[in-house]
């Protein structure tokens, strides 16, 4: 029984002993990694993510009254509201709960309430998305509920608004995207700027994907990650003022960055443009088996989010300039959106454990912390399963 139907059947007992009541239905949705294409979502670029076998399960069941009961075991907590009251959150994943509710609410007249239990294995805060996916899985819990066939990139874009309207922060849909439409075995391919999507087969012969959590929490609503959504914007309004012809993110080029006075959003831009050139040389060297070339670029964007971007840490630093110096890691970033989390290694299959010893030993001896080291592999994007299903 792999990680998921373990979730499955756990929250599918959980709410019967909650609640003394069969759940109707579970909803599924992965968190995420990001290969590369890092902080370009919000601005209409381009990205490389996949879901990652780690979930959020959320099991629903409608009530007759106007009650809304929802359950986090993770946190220990619940959410007991009623829909004719008026209501203020009181910590984050109640925001995320509530903003998914109301925002569904204000397309779809909610006439009746239900009882709903959230769990997950997503680590929280390291950077592959715990949030997005509790959006995601609780908007298509929504989404089922009342009946109201959105389909897919409508979800995504609703749970958007959740991070804009009830977490203030300005981030773009690479998360949500990752954890709604991905395909086990194969990585997405965003281009923003459409709102379109590919798929690259992520089988890479004798390579995989390993994260080390370099135990610093991301906290996107305090940090800066707002602030760079609106030096990237403020230095566009600059480009379209000299060159009348550039209307768009997308057709900036580095001659445009003369129009940019100010150093700090010139560097912003910077990192734009490359990193997009980056996700396209990485899908050529991924068509091509050209792995080294495919870690050269991950580490060469660390290097542009650490200088260009500055949102990287002392401690995804030194996890990276670690990982590069193994013979057998091949590159190695910071990734999502900075601050803390993760870094995102290349490293061969047969060293993983080689790999994991090392950078465990160094991280320990520099930080006095320890290091959690994860392998992932890309797994389906959300679904609904049946209670039925659940109990076959």
Known sequence: MDTSEELVTRTTDAFLHTFHAQASYISKAPGRINIIGEHTDYNFGLSMPCAINRWIVIAFSPRKDRRVQVVSKDFDEYLNIDLNDSYKPDSDWKKYVYGCLKIFSSIQPVE???????????????????????EVAFMNGLNKLYNLKLDDLTIIKLCQRVEHEYLHVKSGLLDQYASQFSKANHFLVLDFQNMSHSYVPAEMDDYCWVLCNSGVKRALAGSKYSERVLETQEALKHITKKFPTVNHFREIKEIHLSAIKDTVQQKRIQHYILENKRVKDALDALKENDYTRFGAL???????????????????????????????????????????????????KNHVEAFSKHIKTVYQNQFNKSTEINEYYSVDGANLISIQTCLK
């Open 298 to 348: 991950l580490s060469a964007s660390h290097i542009s989010l650490r200088d260009l971007y500055e949102v990287s840490c002392e401690e995804l630093d030194f996890l990276m300039e670690q990982a590069i110096t193994l013979p057998y890691c091949l590159g190695s970033r910071m990734m999502g959106g900075g601050f803390g989390g993760c870094t995102i290694n290349l490293v061969q």
């Open 112 to 134: 009746f309430g239900f009882n709903a239990f959230i769990q997950g294995d997503i680590p929280i805060g390291s950077g592959v998305s715990s949030s997005a996916a509790l």
